[in-house]
């Protein structure tokens, strides 16, 4: 990966998250919470999650492992996917960051709960 899943949105643009673990709200099946999607401008260059209350603003590590949260893969295939896409063996921590603090702002909830 060219830039890490740890700087998921430019400032601004991320909901602030409850002062709980990342860890603790990391979801089993991610996927997008209802009423949240994942966009990609018409340029073609920047993602973005779009919620009812707004945008919050992606970079490209964070976008590639929010488009493999379907609902199906559990965590530790994403993982999978993104070590094998990125030839990067040491993503984990970051995707599981990553997951956790954008499933404490509930943007992306546990497909199993």
Same mark, same amino acid.
């Given at each position: 990966?060219?830039?890490?899943?740890?700087?998921?949105?430019t400032? #601004?643009?991320?909901?602030? &998250?409850?002062?709980?673990?990342?860890?603790?709200?990391?979801?089993? !099946?991610?996927?997008?919470?209802?009423?949240? !999607?994942?966009?990609?401008?018409?340029?073609?260059?920047?993602?973005?999650?779009?919620?009812?209350?707004?945008? =919050?603003r992606?970079? *490209?590590?964070?976008? &590639?492992?929010?488009?493999? =949260?379907?609902?199906?893969?559990?965590?530790?295939?994403?993982?999978?996917?993104?070590?094998?896409?990125?030839?990067?063996?040491?993503?984990?921590?970051?995707? !599981?960051?990553?997951?956790?603090?954008? &499933?404490?702002? #509930?943007?992306?909830?546990?497909? *199993?709960?």
């Amino acid at each position: 990966m060219t830039s890490t899943p740890r700087d998921p949105a430019t400032p #601004g643009g991320t909901p602030a &998250a409850p002062a709980s673990s990342p860890a603790s709200a990391l979801p089993g !099946r991610p996927r997008l919470a209802r009423g949240v !999607r994942l966009r990609l401008d018409a340029g073609g260059s920047d993602h973005a999650l779009l919620f009812p209350e707004g945008v =919050c603003r992606l970079n *490209d590590s964070a976008a &590639a492992v929010l488009e493999l =949260c379907d609902g199906h893969r559990r965590t530790e295939e994403i993982i999978s996917v993104l070590e094998n896409r990125y030839g990067d063996p040491g993503v984990a921590a970051d995707v !599981r960051e990553l997951l956790g603090e954008i &499933a404490a702002t #509930g943007l992306v909830v546990d497909a *199993d709960a």
